[in-house]
């Protein structure tokens, strides 16, 4: 007998294994996703198909919304075929995309106009932590949205962490460590470079800073990425980076917080995006590095 039925929205690389979690859990899951072969994939494990938005919610449900940008998350909630109005009177969104602060807010807004609640729990991990249930979900919104979806966390990930009722907490949060982990990828990447130029091998340096100094998941997992040069397949397209970027200096705008660091990585993926790497995986910043240094690409 299953638990609960919620909607999920957006069936990426990282929508489709949370949406599948879902179902191992024992929810009955109502998808829409954009394109339909995930959708026929997802469907194949259990789920429920729909043809909009609105038509995967339930009047008072739960809606799980994992997708690219602000604006296809706005479009899903509030577009033409949009789920808010219909999941209306003790409805819950729970947003799990990098938006922009602002964007959570927006939303946050328009479900109160129709007796809903909303829920920011944007995530950290790449997909191969999806499917393991090993995401970290940091969350902020009302009390009564935290406790109604705990249930379907739980399911999700390893651990909750909380930042108050702002919705546009979580997503300052979110914002933050996407920030210090391609800060992490671009300092990785020379000093890889800069070891190689010297003749130490790339994937010595990367397995000593891993065990020792820098033993966190953060640098081993890009270190020996970076070391090996595995831009393909994308775990997190090298747009999607660029696109957070963009969140980040916007809200360090916003609050008036000066971010050399995040124009310096703007740079580097703006140098990417005009050579047409935009589809390798994020970590694809690390050839200009190579490139600066003569040791082409």
């Known amino acids: 007998m299953s638990k609960s039925t919620v909607a999920f929205l957006g069936l990426g690389n990282m929508g489709m294994p949370m949406a599948r979690n879902l179902l191992s859990a024992g929810f009955v899951v109502r998808a829409f996703n954009r394109s339909h072969k995930p959708l026929e994939t997802l469907v194949g494990a259990g789920a429920i198909p729909a043809g909009s938005p609105a038509e995967a919610v339930e009047a008072g449900g739960v809606a799980i919304s994992m997708l690219a940008n602000d604006a296809a998350l706005e479009a899903v909630a509030l577009g033409e075929h949009g789920f808010a109005q219909k999941l209306g009177a003790g409805g819950l969104h729970i947003s799990m995309s990098t938006v922009a602060p602002e964007t959570s807010r927006r939303l946050a807004e328009a479900h109160a106009l129709h007796g809903s609640s909303f829920l920011a729990a944007p995530v950290f991990g790449r997909p191969e ?10 969350q902020s919104g009302a009390a009564e949205a935290k406790q109604r979806a705990k249930l379907f966390l739980d399911a999700l990930g390893q651990g909750i962490h909380d930042f108050g009722n702002e919705p546009g907490a979580a997503n300052v949060v979110k914002l933050s460590g996407n920030f210090l982990i391609l800060s992490a990828i671009e300092a990785l990447s020379e000093a890889l470079v800069l070891a190689e130029k010297h003749g130490i091998e790339r994937a010595s340096l990367a397995k000593f800073l891993g065990e020792t100094i820098f033993a966190c998941p953060t640098y081993q997992n ?6 090996a040069r595995t831009f393909e397949p994308a775990g997190f397209k090298l747009e999607l980076g660029m696109k957070d970027v963009r969140l980040v200096r916007d809200a360090a705008e916003t609050a008036q917080a000066p971010m050399p660091i995040a124009d310096l990585l703007h740079a580097r993926l703006l140098a990417a995006l005009a050579k047409g790497r935009g589809q390798l995986d994020w970590t694809a910043i690390e050839k200009s590095s190579a490139e600066d240094a003569g040791l082409g690409s």
């Open 129 to 138: 932590a999806a499917a393991a249930k090993k995401l970290w979900i940091c």
């Open 222 to 227: 890009y270190a020996r990425s970076l070391a």
